[in-house]
């Protein structure tokens, strides 16, 4: 688990590297405070106060989430457990 203040993107990267994975982010999916123009510059701005995590699909969450990027085994890497969030 980690706080997105570098911006979910290269934040995202950092913990799919860290694990063993890749990471494919729904764009669409995450939820962004800014105008829809600005999806892609706002996936990138940081923000102290929003947790990116990953779980087991299997797991019952205490708090909401948005589902918002799928893991995959990266090449030559360990795996990532079926269905991670």
Do not use: N
Request: proline share 7%; net charge positive.
């Amino acid at each position: 688990m980690m706080d997105i203040s570098d911006g979910l993107l290269l934040d995202a990267a950092r913990m799919a590297r860290a694990s063993g994975v890749t990471m494919a982010v729904k764009r669409r999916a995450v939820p962004i405070a800014a105008p829809e123009e600005q999806r892609e510059l706002a996936l990138r701005w940081g923000e102290d106060y929003v947790l990116l995590f990953t779980v087991p699909a299997s797991t019952k969450l205490p708090v909401p989430h948005t589902g918002s990027a799928q893991c995959k085994p990266a090449q030559g890497l360990r795996s990532c457990s079926t269905g991670c969030h």
